[in-house]
């Protein structure tokens, strides 16, 4: 069955500071990628999306996301975060035929964001 | 342009009471719709998805069961809820890209 691993539970920044969230999931075939935000308070949101072409995508607020494909990985990067960033963020899969309806999500990564 | 509506937003419920949230997408027609758990620590859970009028998958065994009566309705229910039903429920539909769109959600406590 798919799964996505998502690393850190919990990860707590300074602003300006670069953030990195893994996330691995598994499947062999061809997959759909997705981040999805929540801030406080607020629906679960797209924030970008891997469907096919260039492995390196950019999504809203600054943060991009690279597909590799070898490693089974879709890390969400964003050069400097801000407070507003503090928020939890989810990978989620969208893989295969059977599968091609439904998205596994990860577990989430709560990020804290101090001024 | 499309907007997903759930009620109610919180709801407090007695062990052994029974349940039943909405959901309602409006803007689209013939969605894929989906409800989820969300637990805290454990991200979201797929409980259910239906492709049209009728057509439930689950894919969890549980206490829940869900219906849609309506090309955009889609109904969680149990007859005998449980302390384990107590989470946060979303309910998402899908674009013809695959893209999910969430609803607001619904707290449920279960005491």
């Known amino acids: 069955a798919q799964s996505v691993s998502q690393h850190n539970h919990h990860v707590i920044l300074s602003e300006a500071a670069s953030l990195e969230l893994g996330c691995n999931y598994s499947?062999?075939?061809?997959?759909?990628l997705f981040w999805y935000v929540q801030y406080p308070g607020q629906h679960l949101q797209l924030l970008l999306k891997y469907f096919s072409g260039d492995p390196l995508v950019k999504g809203i607020k600054g943060f991009e996301a690279e597909f590799i494909k070898s490693k089974f990985s879709f890390n969400l990067r964003k050069p400097s975060v801000q407070w507003s960033d503090t928020a939890e963020y989810f990978c989620?899969?969208?893989?295969?035929?059977?599968?091609?309806?439904?998205?596994?999500f990860g577990a989430g990564t709560r990020l804290a964001v101090h001024p | 342009s499309q907007t997903i509506h759930q009620w109610p937003a919180t709801l407090v419920q007695p062990v052994g009471s029974p349940l039943s949230l909405e959901c309602t997408v409006e803007g689209t027609s013939n969605p894929n719709l989906y409800w989820y758990r969300q637990a805290a620590g454990r991200g979201l859970q797929l409980l259910f998805y239906s492709v049209g009028i009728g057509q439930i998958s689950s894919e969890v065994p549980q206490n829940l069961s869900a219906s849609r009566p309506q090309d955009r309705q889609f109904i969680l229910s149990s007859k005998k809820l449980l302390l384990s039903d107590s989470g946060f429920y979303l309910c998402?539909?899908?674009?013809?890209?695959?893209?999910?769109?969430f609803g607001p959600g619904t707290r449920l406590t279960v005491l």
């Open positions: 499947y062999g075939g061809t997959v759909n």
């Open positions: 989620a899969v969208n893989a295969g035929r059977s599968g091609y309806n439904k998205l596994i």
């Open positions: 998402a539909w899908r674009t013809g890209g695959n893209e999910q769109f």
